[in-house]
């Protein structure tokens, strides 16, 4: 279980202002301004935007919300 969190914590995490995603094995980044998620709608609108993505797991997801959530402040 810890190895599967540091593994996302890896995929997932805050650098500054911005929340970073890797996705799949190459270094393709996706990057999520924290004051685009500093709202309760603007966290809902990419948490929707980001499930839409074959690649994005239920594990992915609840780790964005964390960090993005903790991020923005909501």
């Known amino acids: 279980m810890a190895e ?3 593994e996302l914590s ?3 995490g ?3 202002n911005d929340i970073l995603i890797k996705v799949g094995v190459t ?14 709608e603007g ?5 929707y935007e980001l499930t839409r993505n074959s690649w994005m ?3 992915m997801e609840r ?3 964390n960090v993005a ?3 923005g402040g909501v």
């Open 10 to 12: 890896e995929r997932i």
């Open 57 to 59: 797991t239920d594990a």
């Open 14 to 16: 805050r650098e500054v």
């Open 69 to 71: 959530s903790d991020a």
């Open 43 to 47: 966290l809902l609108r990419w948490t």
């Open 63 to 65: 780790r964005f919300l």
């Open 4 to 6: 599967k969190e540091t």
């Open 27 to 40: 270094p393709v980044r996706k990057v999520v301004l924290v004051a685009d998620a500093s709202c309760p």
